[in-house]
């Protein structure tokens, strides 16, 4: 059983509460996250892969699933993916099952090889019916689309990104602490500490907001504070917790966070329910429920992020 207390290290903010008995690690779990209504249903958001650095794959990985970060956006006037992880590929699989694609909007936390990985094997990219909207961080224009260009390309890809037969915009993300309509929703962006720099992204809905953080560490207080405020009341964060805390103080510096700041950062913001995700690559389904346990005891709205989790109502 893991030590619930980071190696012996008791957090004085930490106050245990009793386990939630309602609180349930199915496969198919579900919860009541209401973004609000478009012209007709309610969008859906889905973790399409909740892995971080690699997939993982074997008997011990397929409760909570091996594929790399992808999630996923669904509303009333188009498909909007963040990250194209090894988890795009369910995303993809059910895409290619519709008459007519939607326009579909791909915004991108930062530009590693597990949130990338699943770009040229999207089918949209070759279909020429597709029209695909490239979002990126406008503090690094020229990077980010280098990176796209240059990674699905000669020597790494037979085909190139540029030339592949779908129609395709690449668009700054706006310069604003204001949400920015993406497909029919309110969407915001907040730097967060990562080498290389990365995204967080903040999905508002009229009843209900989410709030994404796949790689982000508790390093430079100046960011810390600021995604603090970036996550103030919101009712759901995905919070990397990608190392246990005897691990974090091993790698520190490495762009990752653990349970224990999540939590942390959960009870300071006032969140109402907290998602851990970017899982280790060997971190197995029986330890991710140790340490699900562990994150209760303090702060009970806590999950774990699995595949095909689904946040709607």
């Avoid at 249903?41 to 399409?48: E, P, T, Y």
């Avoid at 006032?270 to 346990?293: A, F, P, S, W």
């Avoid at 994150?295 to 806590?302: H, V, Y």
Wanted: proline share 6%; net charge negative; aromatic share 10%.
């Amino acid at each position: 059983m893991h030590d619930c207390t980071g190696g012996g290290c008791f957090l004085p903010w930490m106050t245990r509460h009793p386990h939630p008995a309602s609180l349930t690690n199915g496969r198919e779990q579900r919860t009541m996250f209401r973004l609000g209504k478009g012209k007709g249903r309610m969008h859906k958001f889905v973790i399409r892969g909740a892995r971080g650095s690699m997939p993982a794959c074997g008997r011990d990985f397929q409760r909570y699933g091996g594929n790399t970060t992808c999630f996923s956006l669904e509303t009333d006037e188009g498909f909007i993916l963040f990250d194209m992880g090894t988890g795009v590929v369910s995303a993809d699989a059910e895409l290619q099952q519709r008459e007519t694609l939607p326009p579909i909007a791909i915004l991108f936390t930062h530009f590693h090889l597990d949130h990338l990985i699943g770009l040229p094997r999207f089918g949209p990219l070759y279909n020429p019916n597709a029209r695909l909207t490239f979002m990126g961080d406008p503090n690094r224009p020229d990077q980010w689309r280098r990176n796209l260009s240059t990674f699905v390309s000669s020597p790494y890809w037979p085909a190139d990104l540029g030339t592949s037969v779908s129609a395709k915009i690449f668009e700054d993300l706006p310069d604003t602490v204001s949400p920015y309509d993406i497909c029919g929703a309110k969407i915001s962006w907040c730097p967060v500490f990562h080498p290389q720099s990365c995204l967080a992204y903040k999905i508002q809905g009229p009843e209900s907001t989410i709030v994404i953080a796949t790689d982000h560490e508790h390093r430079d207080s100046r960011l810390s504070e600021r995604f603090l405020e970036f996550s103030r009341d919101v009712d759901v964060l995905i919070y990397d917790a990608m190392y246990l805390p005897e691990e974090y103080n091993l790698r520190k510096g490495w762009g990752h966070g653990n349970w224990q700041q999540g939590v942390q950062l959960a009870m300071e913001s006032g969140v109402g329910e907290l998602i851990l995700t970017h899982h280790d690559i060997h971190r197995t389904d029986n330890q991710l429920d140790e340490i699900l346990e562990c994150a209760r005891e303090f702060f009970p709205s806590t999950r774990m992020a699995m595949e095909n989790m689904v946040l709607s109502t």
